[in-house]
């Protein structure tokens, strides 16, 4: 089975500083979808190269305050070469894993940093969120099983090793990020999760449905089941993604920082500007969360979770050339009892493909 991604070329395709970005990136950037369309990068061109992504997740684009899911820093290699063998074994051993002739693998490094609502007081909440911060490593299998002109089905096996607590270092970032910005500091680090080793193993199966309509434009939806076992997460869920726009196919969807809607860094080089809205809704049902439910092998500050999570995501991504840049933000619901509201954050991702 090739990766027989159909050129855009060939198909008649036809309040809060974040959500003002979009805005105005869409009002520029929607004129250049009528230039002339040419030929996409053919997808056997791709293996001669990587896909770099960076992600940044910050509540200050999104809520405007400093608290809850602070931040998120991700940096990704995303590569269509063959994966490590390893990593193969592994999801050729899971009945659930589908191996398709189109295999990827990506490796990632993150940081994320939590905090409480209440970042004055030195001296520890007990019905406030922990603090706590993630440093971790991950490589993920990605197969393609079917690539048909109108439905692509494609799973991720993920495996994520980190460290949760001070050698996380979340607190000298995000000291150091406010000593730069502003000059405050959340004051209660002290108190956060102390030092455990972190092991999750994730599966993600997404269904992409492609649909073209009039006036030269596509339309996605991206139904996906997902699930984590490990001391981290522990969770299983679903959700819907739709996009909007022109070149679905030369892309895969931006990623987010798990847990969050699947997406990669993969895209197909073209000269035609390709662009696109999309939203997303998922849930989770959750039995363990570490920044909630505290160390798993000695006390900890914890708070009680609320089992049920919900997401939504709205955003706009442009992409021409080997470049995409895509913004968004996401609504989350309440994660622990007595939580004051939703969280909202803000997303950032730039991906692009760097040939050998």
């Known amino acids: 089975m ?29 004129p250049l979808s009528g230039t002339p369309a040419r030929a996409a990068t053919p997808p056997e061109a791709l293996k001669n190269g990587g896909f770099w992504s960076i992600q940044l997740e910050n509540d200050l684009w999104g809520s405007g305050d400093d608290q809850l899911y602070s931040h998120g820093t991700e940096v990704a290699y995303f ?18 894993f589908r191996t398709g002739d189109v295999s990827a693998v990506q490796y990632a490094v993150g940081q994320k940093i939590f905090t409480p609502q209440d970042t004055d007081s030195r001296t520890l909440v007990s019905n406030d969120r922990p603090y706590a911060g993630w440093l971790y490593g991950n490589a993920t299998l990605w197969s393609r099983y079917v690539d048909e002109a109108d439905l692509q089905v494609d799973n991720l096996l993920g495996v994520t090793v980190g460290i949760v607590g001070p050698s996380a270092q979340a607190d000298d970032v995000q000291r150091k990020f406010h000593d730069l910005f502003d000059g405050t500091n959340p004051n209660g680090w002290d108190n956060q999760l102390r030092d455990e080793l972190g092991i999750l193993l994730t599966y993600t199966r997404r269904w992409q449905y492609f649909h073209t309509l009039p006036g030269g434009l596509e339309f996605e939806t991206a139904p996906h089941l997902v699930g984590a076992l490990g001391n981290i997460y522990t969770y299983a869920g679903g959700g819907m993604m739709l996009r909007l726009g022109k070149g679905l196919r030369n892309d895969n969807g931006p990623p987010n920082i798990a847990p969050g809607f699947p997406g990669t ?19 989770r049902a959750v039995a363990r969360n570490i920044f909630l439910d505290g160390n798993t092998f000695r006390e900890s500050h914890s708070v009680d979770k609320e089992p049920l999570v919900a997401d939504l995501q709205l ?27 939703h969280a909202r954050f803000g997303a950032i991702n730039i991906s692009y493909f760097v040939p050998y």
């Open 315 to 341: 955003g706009f991504a442009f992409h021409i050339d080997n470049i995409r840049l895509a913004i968004s933000n996401v609504w989350r619901s309440r994660e622990f009892e007595g939580q004051s509201g």
């Open 79 to 96: 590569s269509l070469n063959r994966p490590p063998g390893w990593l193969t074994r592994l999801g050729e051993g899971l009945p659930f």
């Open 2 to 30: 090739a990766l027989t991604v159909t050129p855009a070329s060939t198909r008649p395709t036809g309040k809060h500083r974040g959500d003002s970005l979009l805005l105005l990136l869409l009002l520029l950037f929607s």
């Open 265 to 283: 860094p993969y895209l197909r080089p073209s000269r035609e500007a390709n662009w696109y809205l999309f939203a997303g809704i998922a849930g």
